[in-house]
């Protein structure tokens, strides 16, 4: 379905498939004059991000003809699909991730479906890094609004990112069932938050903020 003003373009794949689509270019195409505007801020179920390249650069929205052209490639990733440039045939190529979600709660099965209601925290926000491999990585995001919307994400390497719903649905048992409260030592926090979250073996960065419904609060930052 179109929407107008908001499209995502294939061409923009180029930033990242390279010679391929130059190739293409050259062959069958049109020049066109474009702006980029920097100004234009993205969000995914209602957290902000920036699509970059490798090398850390930002890659900002394109205006054309007063429609908003994205990159497709950041964009398919963020909504779970894969997207590819096959040569050969000159296609740009979208396709449905399938499986389960790579993830594992504490007890090593499936995550399933667990009531929200039954989460003590408004907010959970846990970031765990080893600078020393760089396959270790685990960004949690989770808080309900005052409106009672609840934004979450998931992000560990070598996982697909999970967002909304599906955040919700992984993170529900393993917050359920984390015990900690704002009174415990922070080694006993650390403990528990990285046993829930199967975190194995030592850690750089361990930054956490939560925040109880009932008042009280958690927030701590170790960088060895």
Known sequence: MKKRGLV???????????????????????????FINRDIKMTWDGIS???????????????????????AKYIADKAGVNVNWNEATKTVEFSS??????????????????STNEIPFRKFDLEIEDDDDDDKELDIEYE?????????????????????QDAINYLSPILKNLNINSSMPRQEIIDKVMSSFSWRGPYEEFEIEVIFFEGSSIKFEIDK
Do not use: C, M
């Not at 389960?100 to 995550?111: E, F, N, Q, R, W």
């Not at 309900?144 to 909304?164: D, F, M, P, Q």
């Open 8 to 34: 995502l373009v294939v061409f923009v794949l180029g930033v990242f498939l390279g010679a391929g689509i130059l190739g293409l270019a050259q062959s069958n195409s049109i020049t066109i004059s474009a």
């Open 49 to 71: 991000f920036e699509a970059r390249e490798d090398d850390g650069r930002v890659l900002s929205p394109i205006i054309y003809e007063g429609r908003t052209y994205l990159p």
């Open 97 to 114: 991730r399938r499986g389960d979600i790579p993830y594992l709660d504490s007890s090593g099965g499936s995550s399933s479906q667990t």
């Open 144 to 164: 309900v609004h005052s409106s009672g919307n609840i934004t979450a994400k998931v992000e560990r390497e070598n996982h697909r990112t999970l967002y909304g």
